[in-house]
């Protein structure tokens, strides 16, 4: 039970330094919590909010990631290295597929319930 708190406790910290620290993290929190009411009024099922607000969640959680993956490579070394590019730019390019994925899901169901 005490190893469960402990991570409650470092996720907390991870959000909160995300929060603080990382402008697309908050502004993909803003999108979060504006998107809450939209997905309910869109969705015709459960099923269909749980993806249009699990679809922003991924991108979140990638960015987490990909935040994740600068700070190693910041604490490693701020000179240029061809590896460290190559890090982060995956690490960017997972975040702009999750943000693709999202919005092909809500663009479908916007589609699918003004015109299907």
Known sequence: MRRLINAF????????????????????AIVLIVSLPVAFWLSQNVATFLLL???ILVIMIVEMLNTGIEQVCNGLSREYMDEIKVAKDCGSA??????LLAGAVW??????YFFG
């Open 9 to 28: 406790w470092n996720s907390k910290a991870g959000i909160t330094y995300l929060l603080r620290n990382e402008a697309a993290f908050r502004e993909e």
């Open 53 to 55: 607000i699990g679809s």
């Open 94 to 99: 997972a975040v702009l597929l999750a943000t």
């Open 107 to 112: 663009l479908t169901t916007i589609w699918v």
